[in-house]
């Protein structure tokens, strides 16, 4: 009753099983004609043209050339052929000749082709694992959750040499 064979058979129908859960799913598709006015978060990927006032979270976004999006949109790989007001933070975001965005984009791997509009700040991000195991989004000298660093330099009782730089330009001291 409870032989190697059985116990094989078991687990191969569990690893079965397992694999067609792992399928890739089709995209979800806000068409043309749909305004949604709420917060989209998906684990795959979501293919938008029409549009949305509210929050993005997803794998993979495509903004076609007739959609609309009002809000802030994270995701790995963002397409934008169309318009997005808001906030973009992806690893890869590549701006389209029919794209429109106003806001600022936060960014691995950043790509706009000729004819793009973009009016915001573009700042290149790096991840950092924190201690629980969490990705921190590193902007600059300054993490997501810690207060900014400042450039100015540690104070100290003794004064500035010759050629010493003091904050971001260098102090020149003469002795004549």
């Given at each position: 009753m409870f032989s190697k064979t059985s116990k094989g058979a078991a687990e191969t129908a569990s690893n079965k099983a397992s694999e067609k859960s792992?399928?890739?799913?089709?995209?979800s598709i806000v068409s043309g004609?749909?305004?949604?006015?709420?917060?989209?978060?998906?684990?795959?990927?979501?293919?938008?043209d029409g549009a949305i006032d509210g929050d993005t979270r997803c794998k993979t976004l495509l903004v076609g050339e007739t959609a609309k999006v009002k809000g802030e949109i994270c995701a790995d790989f963002i397409r934008v052929y169309g318009t997005v007001h808001g906030q973009i933070k992806a690893r890869n975001v590549h701006l389209y000749k029919t794209a429109r965005?106003?806001?600022?984009i936060l960014h691995e791997e950043l790509s706009i082709e000729t004819g793009a509009f973009l009016e915001g700040h573009c700042k290149r991000i790096t991840d950092k694992v924190g201690a629980a195991g969490k990705i921190n989004l590193v902007v600059g000298n300054s993490t997501k959750n810690s207060p900014p660093a400042t450039d100015t330099p540690p104070a100290t009782d003794t004064p500035p040499t010759a050629g010493e730089d003091v904050g971001n330009s260098k102090k020149i001291v003469s002795n004549s």
């Open positions: 792992k399928k890739p799913v089709p995209p004609d749909l305004h949604i006015t709420g917060d989209l978060n998906s684990e795959g990927e979501i293919q938008i965005v106003v806001g600022d």
